[in-house]
């Protein structure tokens, strides 16, 4: 039985391939050494650890990026899955 779930809007953009994004803001990311997924900001062509712009993330450690999904409002349904 397979189950089809409604495909995320929202892709990784590897960094390699298409860049960083063009606005300035807060984005899931894709790092390296050690591999995971988190937050960053970016903003004056640089990522960064917070908003206060404490701490840098060194060039080549961001590999891959995608926009903040919109907050949880409690109003959203779950997604329809379809029993094959």
């Known amino acids: 039985m397979d189950i ?3 495909p995320s809007t ?5 960094i390699a391939k298409e860049g960083n994004p063009k ?3 807060k984005y899931i990311v894709t790092r390296q050494k050690p591999t ?3 937050t960053a900001f970016f903003e004056y062509g640089e990522w960064w650890d917070g908003p206060l712009h404490e701490w840098a993330w060194p060039e080549g450690m ?3 990026w995608q ?3 919109a907050p949880y409002t409690g109003k ?3 997604p329809l899955k379809i029993w094959d």
Not at 10 to 14: C, L, N, Q, V
């Open 36 to 38: 995971m997924t988190t």
């Open 10 to 14: 929202t892709e990784w953009t590897p």
């Open 67 to 69: 926009p903040m999904p």
């Open 76 to 78: 959203e349904k779950p």
């Open 62 to 64: 961001i590999v891959a």
């Open 4 to 6: 089809k779930e409604k």
């Open 23 to 25: 606005k300035a803001g």
